[in-house]
């Protein structure tokens, strides 16, 4: 037998549902494996069908689709290497997570998670029966032991393959970002390999599913945990990798190790692929937004620009007699600096249209937020009219501070179909608005420079729906305010923790007091790029009724 193995590493971006489409995808990878003379192509968990499903793999329609398409990948990829793929799987009663190792038109081995992950974004345990432990199975001279995704996070899965005879794993993942992921995917990693001796191939899948984005950053790791290949975060790519038999067992020859980028350019990519993917996978081509002349709007037109192009992406200002003429040049401005369509849309005769509506009915009675939110709602009315008259989805632009507090109008400046900055604390939004000034990369369709002016990220934050408002009318200073919030989400913190901390009290139970009274909000609001692990929707499930306050 042969003391070579070369294993071709599909890193792809497969499409919830779209099952021709995935097969299609594994094809090509599989026929550019048997070109470069692979013993094995390996595909990421679930590719088949795309990743997350969520409860559409509860229906027995879709997963016999899926194992319908599966059966002809598996004939029309015969002749030639291996193909090993993700897919669910129906047996008797039981659905699994299934991946399947596919050799000479018959599987040689399905492989069902044994592990199912049942937090953060995942409840896996209320859509999956858990697989047995599997033993290796073997293509060409390996005997191959692959944990799927979860299993390799635990020791008991690798160690038992490898007492089995296993002498390479190979994981299949789809595993989604969010900050400093990548190092706990390689510290884990590492374990598996120190703890069984043998090299690691670490696989998985790129691209955006709603709020998620798969973000590759694939990898092969030898015994004593030593780097051989690394491919790149967030891009599809194919790697060939190829193992030698040694005295000391297989391993894998050095190949190319792609750079890193640091958290900031993560998050920002995060941002912009998850809108791009989401536009591209819902059938939308162009976006449209409320521009203000404030920072918050003038990023999400910078990512929809990096994302979609700067053609593809129309800005709109609809001033009242509140904005200012900063508000009005600077909008104008971040427009032009971007490249983007600008059209200018005053509010003030509607406004006085439905202010006449309203007035026998508000006899009597003063101005309040009433109006103010009436200025947001007709600006939502106006957009959501132009999205639906040119189609053009509508982003929403409310940062994660906002959100979390409910300072956006439901029906108003909420109104839209994607936000790529919900995750995104206010404190952040001005780091990231200077980090995109300073920086350009290959994957931005924007112009690079100053897209963003300075007077933008500089000036005093206010939503200008009454005289001189400014948002620590409000709200305590979002240096504060985010803190607060990042102990409360984030760190789920008692009120005597963050007390403990230096606030004061009485700033913290405001803050709380409006993030559970917002929750109703956050229930209809747009989904968007997750950041974190406690980003407002599958992350962080809280009742809409909730009369609980912290008493500490």
Known sequence: MSNRFRLTLAQLNPTVGALQANADKARRAWEEGRAAGADMVMLPEMFLT?????????????????????????????????????????????????????????????????????????DEVRLYASGEIHGPYRVGPLRIGSPICEDAWYEDVAEAQAESGAEVLLVPNGSPYHGGKGDLRLSLMVSRV???????????????????????????????????????????????????????????????????????EQDYRVMVESLRDYCGKTG???????????????????????????ENVRCVMLPSEYTSEHSLEDAKAVANALGCRYDFVPIAEGRQAITNTLAPLFEGRGP????????????????????????????????????????????????GGYNPIKDLYKTRVFETCRWRNANHRPWMKAPEGEVIPPRVIDKPPSAELRPDQKDEDSLPPYEILDQILEGLVDEEASVADLVARGFERETVKKVEHLLYISEYKRFQSAPGARLTKRAFWLDRRYPIVNRWRDPS
Request: charged residues 20%.
């Open 50 to 122: 795309g990743y997350q499903t969520q409860d559409l793999v509860m229906k027995r329609a879709f997963v016999a689709d899926a194992q319908r398409h599966l059966d002809i990948l598996m004939a029309d990829c015969a002749d030639g290497p291996a193909l090993a793929i993700g897919a669910p799987w129906l047996e008797g009663a039981e659905l699994f997570n299934g991946y399947h190792i596919l050799s000479g038109g018959k599987p040689v081995a399905r492989i069902f998670k044994h592990h199912l992950p049942n937090s953060d974004v995942f």
């Open 194 to 264: 120190v703890e069984t001796g043998l090299p690691l191939v670490y696989l998985n899948m790129v691209g955006g599913q709603d709020d998620q984005v798969f973000d590759g950053g694939s990898f092969v790791l030898n015994p004593g945990g030593k780097l051989a290949l690394q491919m790149p975060p967030f891009d599809e790519a194919i790697a060939h990798v190829d193992f030698k038999e040694t005295d000391e067992g297989w391993r894998a020859l050095d190949g190319e190790k792609a750079p890193i980028p640091d958290r900031q």
């Open 284 to 310: 939308f081509s162009k976006v449209l937004l409320g521009l203000s002349g404030g920072i918050d709007s003038a990023l999400v037109a910078a990512i929809a620009a990096d994302a979609l192009g700067p």
């Open 368 to 415: 309040d937020l009433t109006e103010e939110n009436i200025q947001s709602r007709l600006r939502g009315l106006l957009l959501m009219a132009l999205s639906n008259k040119f189609g053009e989805m509508l982003l929403t632009t409310g940062n994660k501070s906002e959100v979390a507090v409910g300072y956006a109008t439901i029906y108003g400046d909420m109104a």
